[in-house]
Structure formats: structure tokens, C-alpha cells
């Protein structure tokens, strides 16, 4: 009615919270190599949310992307924080190829290959792509990539191995057609034959039987435990 006053409602008080003050701390550089990682820490708030759904204040990074943090106060206010870009930059390839066996004898030849796009260190010094290969040992090499990256590839394990030493063989130079003569080595095991058998045959004993008017050179081949052989030769007419 006209002249009533209504009585005061009692007093409602608003607060207002301020907004957290957001942080992010960074470990080291937010470039680097796979393998490697950054530790990323938010602060100021009393709850964390990360962007790749981590809800701890501190992450380790270890792929690249771009990493945001929600920061949480205790009253329930929130901000996030600007992105921290991270680059996870990819290992080279390292793989040895070799043009032959690893396991050979003394007078071959192999050639080690490093492949992949990038510079190249041998564990020997070299710095060429192919290395030869001339004494036995365990190769290896390491190679970095544009970005700095490196890898070592998985060692070549080369196994050179000797060549028995055969003295010369001893005998005539010639046998008349219808003929024999004996050729003799001193080193013992090996095996004689003859390049021409139908002009000269040799036996088991080093026999040379002349067959018919010509030349061929007779060989005595000694082979080792390691299968690897040495030749001497005498050609008879």
C-alpha cells in the first residue's frame, strides 16, 4: 500500500578471484633428435591439464607437436598457456652393404657400402661411402643427417683368411708323345691335373703321360682347412 516500506534484504556479498598466473618452464631445447625428450613444466595453478591429455604439472615430450597447458587455481579459475612448439626431428638409417662375402681369402676383394643420405664416419677414419676392405676386423660407421641426427650401423664382422704357401714344382719341361716323366712338389695334400689332358694326363702321383704333340701346363693345387687354395704351375711340351 502506498506509504509501506518493505524491510532491507540482508546483504549479498559477490567475489570476484583472480585468474591464476600461468607459467610454462622448459628443460632444454624443443628441437632435437628422436630418442631425446624435453621436460615441459606448468606452474601457478592447483590442477593441470595438458593438450595431450596429461594432467600433471611437469610432461616429458618426446614427440613433436604443440603443447598447451590449462592451469587450474583452487577456486576454479582457469587460463591456458601459449603453445611450446616441439620437433622431434628423425634418426638417420644406417645399413652396410657389402659386395661379396664377409668371410673370404687372402688376395679377394670387398667393398663395405654405407648407405642412407647424409655424411659418413668409418670406424677406421674414413669418411668416403665405400670402404675397401683389406685386413680382417669389425667395421662400422656412424652417420648424421641434415638435422644433426646420427646412428651407427650394426658392425660387418670381415674375416680374411690365409692362402697356403706351395713350393714350385720340380720336373722336365718336356715328355716325348708316348712318353712318361714325374713331377714332384714338396708341400704335401695336393691335387696335380693338367689344363690339356688330351696332350699331357698327370696322375695322382704326378705322373705326366705325353698323349700328343702340343703344350699344357700341369697344376698342383693345395687347399687348406680354410678352403682357400694356392696354384703352382709348370707347363710342359
Known sequence: AAGCVSTPSAPYT???????????????????????SVTLTASGGATYSWSNSATTAALNATQSGSYIATVTSAQGCSVTTPPVNVTVNPLPVANIVANGPLTYCQGGLLNLTATGIGSYQWN????????PITTSGSYSYTITNSAGCSATSTAAVVQINPVPTVTSVLGNNAVCMGSNTTYTNATTGGVWSSTN??????NAAGQINGLQAGSSTINYTV???????TIASKTIV
Do not use: D, M
Open 223 to 229: 687347399t687348406n682347412s680354410f678352403g682357400c687354395s
Open 124 to 131: 677406421t677414419g674414413s669418411t668416403a661411402a665405400i670402404l
Open 14 to 36: 559477490v567475489t570476484v578471484n583472480q585468474l591464476p598466473v600461468a607459467n610454462v618452464s622448459v628443460s632444454g631445447p624443443t628441437v632435437f633428435c628422436a630418442g631425446g
Open 197 to 202: 689332358p688330351n696332350i699331357a694326363s698327370v
